[in-house]
């Protein structure tokens, strides 16, 4: 099967300006995650969809950074304005379910540098 | 919410032998902890994953042991090759919801 597919695979952005990512899941996945991975730590959630709605955002900045999910298949986050502390790899991930049998299938994620 | 602290941050061993990292949670109520291997320029990789009422499981050269009472989980790999080379997360969820919180990772270096 295809894996998580991200996109960009690199961004670089001056502070302050704004930025998206894109990922598309496995297909029949229907819960998507996105986590943010700052050099040498391990990944951070920021959201979790199930189908097109949100199951937790409390990790998310919400005064810069917004995710949706429409039809419940590909997802986009963005960060508007970017900051220099926003520099990471933003993994996307997916699973078949909320089932304690669906592990999670990571993409290889987009390297974000805001300079 | 869950903490989780992942040691050594390092390691270094000689082909052929074996290594062992370990993984410390904080929420009694966590039931899932997966281990992730995650290569230069990729995302992770699922390698191993076991759940509350596992003591231990095992695939082929890795195996993890979990010890509920002390809160702690280890991954065991043996016979160690150079393709094992990577950074080695391990992660703790609670309930269905997968939510999970990752180690700090380990720099595993195999050198032949």
């Known amino acids: 099967e295809a894996g998580v597919a991200q996109s960009p ?11 998206a990512f894109w990922c598309n899941p496995i297909s029949g996945h229907a819960t998507l995650y996105w986590y943010q ?17 949100v199951v937790d955002d409390s990790q998310l900045p919400k ?14 986050l963005k960060i508007q304005p970017a900051k220099l502390e926003d520099s990471a790899v933003y993994l996307c991930a997916s699973s078949p ?4 049998n669906s592990p999670l299938h990571f993409g290889n994620g987009t390297r974000l540098t805001v300079t | 919410g869950e903490n989780v602290e992942q ?22 109520a966590s039931n899932y902890f997966p281990w992730y291997k995650q290569e ?11 759940r509350s009422n596992v003591g231990e ?15 702690h989980f280890s ?6 090759q150079p393709e094992d080379s990577a950074v080695y997360f391990c992660a703790a969820s609670t309930g269905s919801a997968r939510q999970l919180t990752f180690g700090s990772g380990t720099q595993l270096t195999v050198l032949p």
Request: glycine letters at 8%; one cysteine or more.
């Open chain 1, 9 to 19: 695979r690199y961004k670089i952005i001056e502070k302050r300006q704004s930025v």
């Open chain 2, 57 to 71: 499981k095992k695939d082929q050269r890795i195996a993890v042991t979990l010890n509920k009472t002390a809160k």
């Open chain 1, 97 to 100: 379910g909320q089932g304690k």
């Open chain 2, 7 to 28: 040691h050594p941050s390092t390691l270094s061993v000689q082909e052929g032998d074996s290594a062992v990292i370990k993984c410390t949670y904080s929420d009694s």
């Open chain 2, 75 to 80: 991954l065991h790999i043996t016979e160690t």
């Open chain 1, 63 to 76: 005064d810069r950074f917004s995710a949706e999910r429409l039809k419940g298949v590909d997802s986009t």
């Open chain 2, 40 to 50: 230069l320029g990729k995302g992770p990789q699922l390698i191993i994953d076991i």
């Open chain 1, 37 to 53: 991975q700052i050099l040498g730590q391990g990944p951070k959630l920021l959201i979790q969809f199930q189908n097109n709605g």
